[in-house]
């Protein structure tokens, strides 16, 4: 071996020893193991003391399920980051999309030793607390409790998203049946590059028949309850849908505590980091391919005080199980 190739492979080997060293050293937070021989595709986080405590599933995964994974994992909870389509061996679309899937993780968590089996929450935001309601109700001896965020107190066919199939279709599916669901029309674009989605979320409500058959039957949830919403939420209804859940509720032998938390000047955007909210109020949509935006309502101010409350009551809520019937 000649000097100079002894020496680059010395460079390399300090620079990767480096890298570890200062890896090691700057990351507090917690690794994730990745899970993918168990039938379902997810993240576990977990410190390796924490035991006996309960364990949150993230529905939907993502960022946003890699951010709760280490808020929770700093607080000694363990939790389940667990995205359903988009990522390799899932699904393309969020349609159609079987219960059972979820229900295998469910499983394989409670058989996991450092996890306490009678502490299993689902939570998820926006649509995804639709899907956690919808599988908390579905599976009451596997779960045991919800926190969602922007809820809804329905479940909603695949029209509702443009980039899903044009073909209706239900969301979710119970042994090869669907969930019952309101059937929408797309959203359709027009003059305006501004969407209103709160109207068209509304309308869809109006169908009483519709929501009588669709409603997401959370009196069967086996667990207490905890739902998030900004009053000035810009895409769906989030805050009249929680009264509609929390009014089922209250007309139903439930045994459990639900908290209807609703924040002033706030809107969709209050799942996320309270040190991190986006200036940008807008998102965006592809309708018949044209860009169109929509409004998510709420301030940066309000929706970084509703962050902060949540995050707050969200381990309030976790440290409270132990104590519900």
């Given at each position: 071996?000649?000097?100079?190739?002894?020496?680059?492979?010395?460079?390399?080997?300090?620079?990767?020893?480096?890298?570890?060293?200062?890896?090691?050293?700057l990351?507090?937070?917690?690794?994730?193991?990745?899970?993918?021989?168990?039938?379902?595709?997810?993240?576990?986080?977990?410190?390796?003391?924490?035991?006996?405590?309960?364990?949150?599933?993230?529905?939907?995964?993502?960022d946003?399920?890699?951010?709760?994974?280490?808020?929770?994992?700093?607080?000694?909870?363990?939790?389940?980051?667990?995205?359903?389509?988009?990522?390799?061996?899932?699904?393309?679309?969020?349609?159609?999309?079987?219960?059972?899937?979820?229900?295998?993780?469910?499983?394989?968590?409670?058989?996991?030793?450092q996890v306490?089996?009678?502490?299993?929450?689902v939570?998820?935001?926006?649509?995804?607390?639709?899907?956690?309601?919808v599988?908390?109700?579905?599976?009451p001896?596997?779960?045991?409790?919800?926190?969602?965020?922007?809820?809804?107190?329905?479940?909603?066919s695949?029209t509702?998203?443009?980039?899903?199939?044009?073909f209706?279709?239900?969301?979710?599916?119970?042994?090869?049946?669907?969930?019952?669901?309101?059937?929408?029309d797309?959203?359709?674009?027009?003059?305006?590059?501004?969407?209103?989605t709160?109207?068209?979320?509304?309308?869809?409500?109006?169908?009483?028949?519709?929501?009588?058959?669709?409603?997401?039957?959370?009196?069967?949830?086996?667990?207490?309850?905890?739902?998030?919403?900004?009053?000035?939420?810009?895409?769906?209804?989030?805050?009249?849908?929680?009264?509609?859940?929390?009014?089922?509720?209250?007309?139903?032998?439930?045994?459990?505590?639900?908290?209807?938390?609703?924040?002033?000047?706030?809107?969709?955007?209050?799942?996320?980091?309270?040190?991190?909210?986006?200036?940008?109020?807008?998102?965006?949509?592809?309708?018949?391919g044209?860009?169109?935006?929509?409004?998510?309502?709420?301030?940066?101010?309000?929706?970084?005080?509703?962050q902060?409350?949540?995050s707050?009551?969200?381990?309030q809520?976790?440290?409270?199980?132990?104590?519900?019937?």
């Amino acid at each position: 071996m000649n000097k100079k190739l002894r020496n680059s492979i010395l460079i390399l080997a300090i620079l990767t020893i480096g890298y570890f060293f200062a890896d090691t050293i700057l990351f507090d937070g917690v690794k994730p193991v990745l899970i993918k021989d168990a039938g379902f595709r997810a993240s576990f986080f977990a410190k390796k003391t924490t035991k006996d405590k309960a364990t949150i599933v993230l529905v939907g995964g993502r960022d946003w399920g890699a951010y709760w994974g280490q808020e929770l994992a700093k607080a000694n909870y363990m939790s389940l980051s667990l995205p359903y389509h988009r990522e390799e061996g899932l699904p393309a679309l969020p349609e159609e999309i079987p219960l059972e899937y979820f229900g295998k993780a469910f499983r394989w968590l409670k058989n996991q030793p450092q996890v306490n089996s009678n502490e299993i929450i689902v939570m998820g935001a926006s649509r995804n607390a639709e899907l956690a309601l919808v599988l908390a109700s579905y599976y009451p001896e596997l779960v045991n409790g919800v926190i969602a965020y922007s809820p809804s107190s329905v479940s909603w066919s695949n029209t509702v998203l443009p980039f899903n199939s044009d073909f209706m279709k239900p969301s979710w599916t119970f042994e090869n049946k669907p969930i019952p669901y309101i059937p929408m029309d797309k959203l359709q674009g027009g003059n305006q590059k501004i969407i209103e989605t709160l109207n068209y979320w509304k309308r869809g409500l109006t169908d009483t028949v519709a929501v009588k058959k669709a409603s997401i039957q959370v009196e069967k949830i086996n667990g207490p309850i905890l739902l998030f919403s900004g009053l000035d939420d810009n895409v769906w209804p989030s805050a009249m849908m929680s009264d509609q859940i929390e009014a089922r509720l209250k007309n139903s032998p439930f045994k459990y505590e639900i908290q209807n938390i609703q924040y002033k000047n706030a809107g969709h955007l209050i799942s996320g980091n309270p040190n991190y909210t986006p200036s940008n109020r807008q998102g965006e949509m592809w309708i018949d391919g044209t860009s169109y935006r929509f409004n998510y309502g709420g301030t940066t101010t309000g929706d970084q005080a509703a962050q902060k409350d949540a995050s707050k009551r969200v381990l309030q809520f976790l440290s409270m199980l132990k104590e519900t019937p």
